[in-house]
């Protein structure tokens, strides 16, 4: 019997439909339920037709103007970067700040973590999705990992990490410039403390990592399985947490500090693609989030893993895409089929 199992629910629903003389149509709605944390997530397939109420398309005008204005105040921009945000202690970044190409790392102002620091990730002020190059993507992990580093020397009660990124503001950013945040911390926030817990229990019971499994399941049936690059494995989730999630785990590390320079060359070029892929989609605005546990916190059985989203786009009086359903429920709703997403995503790989 397999240890990991994909479980779905289907229901008929059946309406009388006005736009249809009343005609009796029925259609199936399907739950799924995440192997893992046992979140679950909807799927309707007549709603793929109102994805355009949901999403939108982004409104070129409004985001020429946005960026324009944005621009003129940016505190990452130009030498402001340098005037305008704060630098760390020396006896924790001797320079202040972290340099990595045009990456640049130095602390949040208005922390939620012990060790909360920012990475300007680009000496431009708006990227459209195609042009977040894997050189780009790589400077910023870089810093973050030196950054990490540097934390790790001082603190050894720091052991939950994430690295992550909000772009633009349906995507919960506050400034348009692109940038990453990393949080390091003594306990894990919600959502990956579920995770590394849930992740120890499957390891104590089928002593064996659950991710390691995952991967050869998905790899066997092929459905959601994308590519690998290097020790990076790139699938979809069975039971997504948000729009077109992608996910990214790697097969043996699960503490970002032991990243080599090929893990970070090889997790940037599939960040690349991914976002080159939700352009493709038409979507602008993104989140994501690396979760890692160092081997101090005891974290047998986790992975280092990437989990990416697209956002809502940018458009007048545009919606949110989170609704009751989300922030309520917790459930997500479910726009792509993964299977169909994860076949469109293995051509851009």
């Known amino acids: 019997m397999a240890k990991i199992t994909f479980e779905t629910v289907q229901s008929t629903c059946t309406i009388l439909n006005p736009q249809n003389n009343f005609a009796e149509e029925a259609y199936q709605v399907e739950v799924r ?20 109420v949901f999403f939108g398309g982004n ?3 409004l985001i020429r103007e946005l960026v324009a204005e944005s621009a003129k105040t940016c505190i990452f921009c130009g030498t402001r970067v340098e005037e305008s945000t704060p630098r760390y202690p020396a006896d924790l970044v001797p320079q202040g700040r972290i340099r990595s190409g045009e990456a640049l790392l130095f602390p949040n102002l208005f922390a939620i973590g012990a060790y ?18 894997p050189v780009l993507v790589e400077h910023g992990l870089k810093a973050a990992l030196e950054f990490l580093k540097a934390v ?17 503001f349906p995507a919960g950013a506050s400034l348009v410039h692109p940038h990453l945040q990393i949080l390091i911390t003594p306990v894990a926030y919600t959502f990956h403390g579920r995770m590394i ?21 998905e790899k066997k049936t092929g459905a959601r ?50 976002l080159e892929f939700y352009e493709r989609l038409g979507y602008l605005s993104f989140n994501y989030s690396l979760f890692s546990v160092s081997h101090a916190a005891g974290g047998e059985g986790n992975r280092c893993v990437l989990k990416l989203v697209n956002r ?38």
């Open 33 to 52: 339920k995440d192997p893992l944390l046992g979140d679950r997530s909807v799927y309707n397939p007549f709603l793929r037709d109102k994805v355009k």
């Open 197 to 217: 817990e849930a992740c120890r229990a499957y390891y104590l019971k089928n002593g064996s990592p659950y991710h390691v499994d995952l991967i050869r399941e």
């Open 116 to 133: 909360h620091a920012v990475v300007s990730l680009s000496s431009a002020h708006f990227l459209n999705l195609s042009e977040y190059s």
């Open 312 to 349: 809502q786009n940018l458009y007048p009086n545009y919606r949110n895409d989170d609704y009751f359903l989300q922030k309520m429920l917790q459930t997500e709703l479910i726009i792509n089929p993964p299977e169909e997403l994860a076949k469109n995503l293995r051509l851009c790989f």
């Open 152 to 168: 790790s020397r001082r603190d050894s009660e720091a052991r939950f990490v994430t690295v992550n990124a909000n772009y633009l």
């Open 225 to 274: 399985y994308i590519a690998q690059l290097g020790n990076w494995h790139w699938l979809t989730a069975f039971s997504p947490m948000g729009n077109n999630e992608i996910v990214a785990v790697h097969e043996s590390v699960r503490d970002f500090a032991m990243m080599t320079e090929a893990d970070l060359g090889a997790l940037a070029r599939g960040i690349s693609k991914s």
């Open 59 to 61: 409104d070129p005008a």
